[in-house]
Structures are given as structure tokens and as C-alpha cells.
């Protein structure tokens, strides 16, 4: 039997993290999560431990440890939410009691410190919110990028306007200074961009039938905590598709394969401009001279990526 990779995924819970976490606990057959550690970022951190906690409900098969992470950014206090993009609930206006159980008392941070460096070299970290938590675990122990196997990071464009501003995608822009603790780090990074929720990987009106029709529960509550998303998008692009970039993420970690046309680069996250900060720099073609520190992934194969998606939600 082929040995299952092991996942720790960092996580601003808004709804397109509830996809990400419901997939990594569905592909039983290739990945064991060993905890899910929750940031600041989309919503305030307990709604994200909420929120975190029922997608682990929703996924239906095991319960890995959820635990509290960073409350705000490293350096300036987080002045905006995304209420507006996932809902005041952060899972579209489903409002649902909280699940069975409870957090778990210790620090994210200390929980990521601890999982690694007991298992050098096994875990992979799937970060789908800004990088607070893992960078202050770098911080907290200066042997812990040598003994990450891999980090997953949904983070910056690579051509497309950001989500958050013309230059800034939304997680690098929440906490640009621990973005840029995790690229000098000498972790090896695989940077999956905004860029790749766009155009056919984006989910259609058919695809969401398909999700609420098929009887699966978690295909359908993955539909129904994205209804604010839809709407988002309706608003702001004038359609009903839309793009839900931590799945993409997620399933990027799973098959890596699926990644199209991913390159190695050096970048760097800019943290003073003030239309600029945020912005993520990649250097493709090494003008600057600095070694790559990073690999970038600005696509994916769109017909795999949902091939996967909808079997891991029962919904294939």
C-alpha cells in the first residue's frame, strides 16, 4: 500500500477554504491532514475556527485537530474583512450552530513547530490564507524550513490584476511582511496564483446544479456556502461563474500534475508603495540575477482540476 502523504492546512476560513479542506479530507486514498491551523485573514479568527470546524463536519470522513493561529497580521492591524465576498458568516448566509467538539487549547504556531520538527521531512503545509501563522513559525524556530517537506501557498498574480487591488492579491496583501519572511526563509515554496481562478477553471451554473443535485452532502454544502461568492462575482464581473481559488489550490497539492506551465523564479513581495504594497515580483527570466526561490504555478489544466474536484466531493 503506498504511503499517504501527510498535510497540515493553514486557513483563513472563508468559503472557498471549506472546498479546500473537504477535498484534502476526501482523498483519503493519498493524504492524512494532520491538523488544521486557522489565520486571521477573510473573517475574524473565531469565525474562522468556526467555520474551519464545520467544513471538517461537512467532509464527512475523519476529524484532524483544529487550532487557533495569529488574530492579526505581524505588523499593522488588519483594517478590512471579505463579509462582502463569502458572507457575514464567511460560509454565504448559511448561519449554521456551531459543530460538536472544540478547538484545541494550544497555538497554531506551536502546533506547526511541534508536527514538523517531531516528522522532519514528512509534512507538507497547504497554506490557503495569508502566511502569519507559518511565518512566525519560521520565526519561533530557525530549523523549521529544512524540515518542511513542501509548502502549497495560494498567493500573488502572475499577470492577471490581484483580487484585492490592481497590484495585490488578497492573502500576500494581508500580511505582505509574512509573505516575504516565507520566501527568505529557504523553504520550498510552490506559489499557486490568483490567476489560475480565472476563465474555465471557474465553476458555471451547471456545475453548481450538479453540486446540489447529486445527492452528495458535501458536494451540496460546498454549493450553498458559496452563494455569496456567486453573487460576488455577479456584481463585480457581470457573470455567474466563479472562481474558487482554494480549491484550486488544494487540488494543485493533491496533483501536481495538473499545474500548467509552473516555473521557477525568484520573487520578492513589495511593502512600502502606496498603491503598490503587496505586489508579488517574479522575476521569470532572472534579470535580477538572484537564484529562484520559489516555483509559480499561473495555470492549471482546467478539465483535470475538475475532474478531481467533483469525484473528491462525491459529485464525479
Known amino acids: 500500500m503506498k504511503e499517504l502523504r501527510r498535510f497540515i492546512v493553514d486557513t483563513d476560513t472563508g468559503s472557498d477554504d471549506v472546498w479546500a479542506i473537504i477535498e484534502a479530507l476526501r482523498a483519503t486514498?493519498?493524504?492524512?491532514?494532520?491538523?488544521?491551523?486557522?489565520?486571521?485573514?477573510?473573517?475574524?479568527?473565531?469565525l474562522c475556527v468556526k467555520n474551519a470546524r464545520l467544513a471538517v463536519e461537512a467532509a464527512g470522513t475523519y476529524r484532524p485537530p483544529v487550532y487557533r493561529g495569529m488574530e492579526r497580521p505581524l505588523l499593522r492591524r488588519q483594517s478590512f474583512r471579505a463579509e462582502n465576498v463569502h458572507g457575514r458568516d464567511g460560509l454565504g448566509e448559511m448561519n449554521l450552530p456551531d459543530p460538536p467538539g472544540a478547538a484545541e487549547t494550544k497555538h497554531a504556531v506551536d502546533a506547526i513547530v511541534e508536527l514538523v520538527m517531531a516528522n522532519p521531512g514528512e509534512l507538507e503545509i497547504v497554506a490557503c490564507g495569508p502566511?502569519?501563522?507559518?511565518?512566525?513559525?519560521?520565526?519561533?524556530?530557525?530549523?523549521?524550513?529544512?524540515?518542511?517537506?513542501?509548502?502549497?501557498?495560494?498567493?500573488?498574480?502572475?499577470?492577471?490584476?490581484?483580487?484585492?487591488?490592481?497590484?495585490?492579491?488578497?492573502?500576500?496583501?494581508?500580511?505582505p511582511e509574512a509573505a516575504a519572511i516565507v520566501l527568505d526563509s529557504g523553504l520550498d515554496t510552490v506559489w499557486v496564483t490568483w490567476d489560475c481562478a480565472r476563465g474555465d477553471t471557474?465553476?458555471?451554473?451547471?456545475?453548481?446544479?450538479?453540486?446540489?443535485?447529486?445527492?452528495?452532502?458535501?458536494?451540496?454544502?460546498?454549493?450553498?456556502?458559496?452563494?455569496?461568492?456567486?453573487?460576488?462575482?455577479?456584481?463585480?464581473?457581470?457573470?455567474?461563474?466563479?472562481?474558487?481559488?482554494?480549491?484550486?489550490?488544494?487540488?494543485?497539492?493533491?496533483?501536481?500534475?495538473?499545474?500548467?506551465?509552473a516555473f521557477r523564479a525568484n520573487c520578492a513581495v513589495e511593502l512600502h508603495g502606496t498603491e503598490t504594497r503587496g505586489y508579488f515580483?517574479?522575476?521569470?527570466?532572472?534579470?535580477?540575477?538572484?537564484?529562484?526561490?520559489?516555483?509559480?504555478?499561473?495555470?492549471v489544466d482546467a478539465a483535470q482540476y475538475k475532474q478531481h474536484l467533483f469525484r473528491l466531493l462525491g459529485a464525479g
Do not use: Q
Open 202 to 261: 471557474e465553476i458555471t451554473p451547471p456545475e453548481v446544479d450538479r453540486l446540489l443535485s447529486c445527492g452528495s452532502g458535501p458536494a451540496r454544502f460546498c454549493a450553498l456556502c458559496t452563494r455569496s461568492l456567486r453573487k460576488y462575482y455577479r456584481g463585480l464581473y457581470g457573470r455567474d461563474s466563479y472562481g474558487v481559488v482554494d480549491s484550486l489550490l488544494m487540488t494543485v497539492a493533491l496533483y501536481p500534475e495538473i499545474m500548467d506551465g
Open 131 to 175: 502566511l502569519t501563522n507559518l511565518a512566525m513559525a519560521l520565526l519561533k524556530e530557525p530549523r523549521l524550513a529544512e524540515n518542511i517537506r513542501r509548502a502549497w501557498i495560494l498567493g500573488g498574480a502572475a499577470g492577471a490584476s490581484g483580487n484585492m487591488t490592481p497590484a495585490a492579491e488578497y492573502n500576500v496583501y494581508t500580511d
Open 281 to 299: 515580483r517574479i522575476d521569470r527570466h532572472g534579470r535580477l540575477g538572484r537564484e529562484p526561490n520559489g516555483t509559480v504555478c499561473p495555470a
Open 29 to 46: 486514498e493519498m493524504v492524512r491532514v494532520e491538523a488544521v491551523t486557522v489565520v486571521c485573514g477573510n473573517l475574524p479568527l473565531e
